[in-house]
């Protein structure tokens, strides 16, 4: 484990270098990376969304595809589309920029539902149906998506299916005074992240999604992870709960952390630190509750002070 440490604090530095003052949200963005997981990156514009997705994309040695998504957007200018070839009297089959290893969808609210569809199978199976062929995605395969919560003029907000596949919610939030200052530096004569080169290959990639399955989950923190779950589901203020996806979300992401911490054992902590990007946008909080203000965040929280911790060994 100490080799996947060392490889993620390679990867953090190069990433720092441009996202300024964000280590968290560059954690979990790497823990998505190693478990083979989708992230949704969520907030209001201008604090660097595009920016840690596309840096990521330069500090691994992978294919980059970037999806700009408008409303007028079709599945097809996603997936591709098979055109017929004169010469050949067969019809061949064009791959759409969805063929890549790491895809930025930019904006993914402004695609219309059935342009959003169209990511489903993607995300999930990592592969493509166009016109009854099935096509499968190279690995590593991985979706970073951004989207503004805040600006509805012409947005479509994502269904509970799509959320579903998203193995992390990440939300950056305002720098500090001296973080936004460091900015202002670091982009005087050009944007830092011309400098950034990679630092990762794709085939060092997969020997770490390897070596993190490795990763010991005691069957006590197991239950603890389906408990967290369950509650979500029986909350009274709760209209949806979490699925199994996200019990197996968190089970994974744990590992990642884990490993990224140099150790080969899951921790509680870990679990806790991570139920909140990892089980809240699974959450649909009912109409009475919102009128209370109630978040899923807020409600993930209070689940976490209600369910006993396991202690001892976990081996119970």
Same mark, same amino acid.
């Given at each position: 484990?100490?080799?996947?440490?060392?490889? !993620?604090e390679?990867?953090?530095?190069?990433l720092? *270098?441009?996202v300024?003052?964000?280590?968290n949200a560059?954690?979990?963005?790497m823990i998505?990376?190693?478990c083979? !997981?989708?992230v949704?990156?969520?907030? +209001?514009p201008?604090?660097?969304k595009?920016?840690?997705?596309?840096?990521l994309a330069?500090s691994?040695g992978?294919?980059?595809?970037?999806?700009?998504?408008?409303?007028?957007?079709?599945?097809?200018? +996603?997936?591709? &589309?098979?055109?017929?070839?004169?010469?050949?009297?067969?019809?061949?089959?064009?791959?759409?920029?969805i063929f890549g290893?790491?895809?930025?969808?930019d904006?993914?609210?402004r695609?219309?539902?059935?342009?959003?569809?169209?990511?489903?199978?993607?995300?999930?199976?990592?592969? +493509?149906?166009?016109d !009854?062929?099935?096509h499968?995605?190279p690995r590593?395969f991985?979706?970073?998506?951004?989207?503004?919560p805040i600006?509805?003029?012409?947005t479509?907000?994502?269904?509970?299916?799509?959320?579903d596949r998203?193995?992390?919610r &990440?939300?950056?939030?305002?720098?500090s005074?001296?973080?936004?200052?460091?900015?202002?530096e670091?982009q005087?004569?050009?944007h830092?992240?011309e400098?950034?080169?990679?630092?990762l290959?794709?085939?060092?990639i997969?020997?770490?999604?390897?070596?993190?399955?490795s &990763?010991y989950v005691a069957?006590a923190?197991?239950?603890?992870? &389906?408990?967290?779950t369950?509650?979500?589901?029986?909350?009274?203020?709760?209209?949806?709960g979490a699925?199994p996806r !996200?019990?197996?979300?968190?089970f994974r992401?744990?590992?990642?952390r884990?490993?990224?911490a140099?150790?080969?054992?899951v921790?509680?902590?870990d679990? *806790?630190?991570l139920?909140?990007?990892?089980?809240?946008h699974?959450i649909?909080v009912?109409?009475?509750?919102?009128?209370?203000e109630v978040?899923?965040e807020?409600?993930?929280?209070e689940?976490?002070?209600?369910v006993?911790v396991?202690g001892g060994?976990?081996?119970a």
């Open positions: 484990m100490k080799n996947l440490q060392t490889l !993620g390679t990867l953090s530095q190069n720092e *270098k441009v300024i003052g964000k280590r560059i954690e979990l963005v998505g990376l190693l083979q !997981g989708h949704l990156i969520e907030d +209001v201008g604090v660097g595009t920016v840690l997705a596309r840096s330069r691994l992978c294919d980059f595809n970037r999806l700009q998504f408008t409303p007028d957007m079709l599945p097809s200018d +996603v997936t591709g &589309v098979s055109i017929f070839n004169q010469e050949t009297r067969k019809f061949e089959f064009r791959p759409g920029p290893q790491i895809i930025l969808a904006e993914i609210n695609a219309t539902p059935k342009t959003q569809a169209a990511l489903l199978e993607a995300m999930d199976e990592r592969q +493509v149906t166009v !009854g062929q099935t499968s995605l590593p991985m979706v970073l998506a951004t989207q503004n600006e509805y003029e012409g479509f907000p994502l269904p509970e299916a799509q959320l998203f193995l992390l &990440v939300r950056l939030g305002y720098p005074a001296l973080d936004e200052v460091s900015v202002l670091g005087q004569l050009r830092p992240i400098a950034i080169r990679s630092v290959t794709a085939e060092e997969l020997a770490a999604l390897e070596t993190v399955k &990763v069957p923190l197991k239950r603890y992870i &389906v408990e967290l369950h509650r979500t589901r029986n909350h009274g203020d709760v209209y949806l699925s !996200g019990s197996l979300g968190l992401a744990g590992q990642a884990a490993a990224l140099g150790r080969d054992h921790l509680p902590d679990l *806790k630190a139920a909140q990007p990892v089980l809240a699974r649909i009912n109409p009475a509750a919102r009128l209370r978040t899923a807020r409600l993930i929280q689940i976490l002070f209600s006993p396991p060994s976990f081996d």
